[in-house]
């Protein structure tokens, strides 16, 4: 792993400060996020904004999970249970609520409880952002990363409607090699 060397201020740090400030950071990666998308959307309309976001979440996401691959020190291709361990380490894991279930040796089911997102657009009284498309680029890229033999299939996520006690939900299917 890269070693960088930490400015003295945050070297001293408490191990909760520290989380903090991890916290606070992932915060101000989802704010930039959101105000790019916004002033994409205010200069090119909706359809526009999420074409574009779609095709930066492709490269995030696979950079995101390489990143935490080489950071948990293991290689590609670890199936369902470092699918799940790896979920734990993306940035919105400090923000969100999400919880994973396994259903089978083959199948894990992954829901966002809470999106900070979400949750931000109905304070200001805004419709929920129709994120499902994106969706599918950022969590099949994720997972593919991880496996390339995992699957990825969305349970729910906006513009459905249903009622829900989550903000999105996906599958992720571990499909045999010969299948």
């Not at 520290?18 to 359809?47: C, I, N, P, T």
Request: aromatic content about 8%; glycine content about 8%.
């Amino acid at each position: 792993m890269e070693q960088t060397e930490l400015p003295e201020d945050i070297e001293s740090l408490s191990k909760e400060q520290l989380r903090e400030l991890l916290s606070d950071m992932a915060k101000r990666w989802l704010a930039h996020d959101g105000l790019w998308f916004q002033a994409v959307e205010r200069a090119h309309g909706m359809d526009e904004a999420i074409r574009l976001d779609a095709e930066a979440w492709y490269g995030m996401t696979r950079g995101e999970a390489q990143r935490i691959l080489r950071f948990l020190g293991v290689s590609a291709g670890g199936g369902l249970d470092l699918l799940e361990r790896a979920l734990r380490f993306r940035l919105y894991a400090l923000l969100n609520d999400q919880e994973s279930e396994r259903v089978g040796d083959d199948t894990l089911i992954f829901r966002m409880r809470t999106c900070r997102v979400q949750e931000a657009r109905r304070r200001k009284g805004l419709p929920d952002f129709p994120c499902k498309e994106v969706g599918k680029v950022e969590y099949s890229g994720f997972a593919a990363s991880i496996d390339p033999r995992i699957k990825t299939e969305v349970i729910a996520c906006p513009p459905d409607d249903e009622p829900r006690d989550y903000a999105c939900a996906w599958r992720f299917t571990l499909k045999d090699e010969g299948a």
